[in-house]
């Protein structure tokens, strides 16, 4: 096997990790993963994720000319290399680079001033995962690692699944009992060696965890530091495609948290970078039948958080008992004065609906979920003054789309 790995060690602006939990400061290496002082913890959303920090400034010059404009001539999300923890690049599926959709329609039923859809169902697995999938395999290229592996409802294995065939990698997907029989036949169809859980999405995500030990590269979003990093991409592409100019609100769904508190980072690495002043208002959305990253955010403020359940939503992809990245999205929301919300399965459906007939963008029931707790959010406070960007997370509808009972 031939890959062809430019070294480019003058790009790299990454100078460390720090806890997230601790504050302890850790060395950037191939094998950092949690942190070695609070490492996996006692409870599964508090676990000691570790986070990428670069010299903003150094990336700056690498990253932006003097008119601010981005150098880089590429599309996919490598066009912000400087602000990415990989030193090379590998031949992978191109990933990112998702337009914006004007959806002019949704924004005067709803109520919103403006809205337009972050259409991450253009990525090469349907699914804003593949941002996250496109630095760890490299990472994993790199390294020579042959297996990679990762805990997943659907969408993150099946992306994990297509970069693998691609790249002629190993993919191992540890998937929960409930994984939906659309699901696996794409993980069947791009060749994964598929471990059915007998549990739920936590218990494959531990699954998971113990297959590092055997040198699988773990592409667990959460834990693994380095797959938030092409995440936040997708907040770098907003910005930029918005020319800078800031919008007030960006909505998505939440399960583990990764995809939101990512977004999150990118805009305030902008603003780092000095081409924005601004944060958006973060909005995260959650099931009525899964609120645990609600439950803790309510909890940050004063209130004890009830103790997680099993979920009851169709929402697979949110259907989330222990977000593993809640404390990342917890410190984003502070940051962006943002909030979290949750829609019922039926808003959900409706929603999806209205995507397809409103905008022409065919969602999963998760996805709609933004849409469903935007509406939500215009039938609390005006927002016919607000700019909003709605990120449509994928578009892998496990069943045909139906309108919600109405109650
Ligand atoms: C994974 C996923 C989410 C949730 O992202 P988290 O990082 O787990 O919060 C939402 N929508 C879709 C379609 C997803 O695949
Ligand atoms: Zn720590």
Redesign the pocket.
Known sequence: MQYTVCMADDQRSAIGLRCLRCGGRVELSEEAYLCPNCGAGPDPSDAGVLDVEYDYDRARAELLDADGHVRSGRRDVFRYLPVLPVDGLASTLATGGTPLVRADRLAREIGVGALQLKDETRNPSR???DRATAIGVTRAIAQGRPDVSCASAG??AISLAAFAAHARLRAHAFVPSDASDVRLEWLAALGADVIRSEGDYDTAYGEAEAMRSEGWYSRN?AYNPFLVEGKKTCGLEIGEQLRWQVPDLVVS????????AAIGKGFRELRRLGVTSRLPRLIGVQAAGQPAMVNRFRADDGAAAPEPMSGNTDAA??D?RHPRNARRLLLELEASDGELLTVEDDRMRDAQLELARGAGVVA?L??AAALAGLRALAERESLTAATAVLVV??GRTDKPITKGDSK
């Open positions: 699914a804003l995962k969408n993150a979003c769904p939440v399960g583990d948290a990764c995809t939101l992809s949110i989330v999963e998760a996805s997370t994928g």
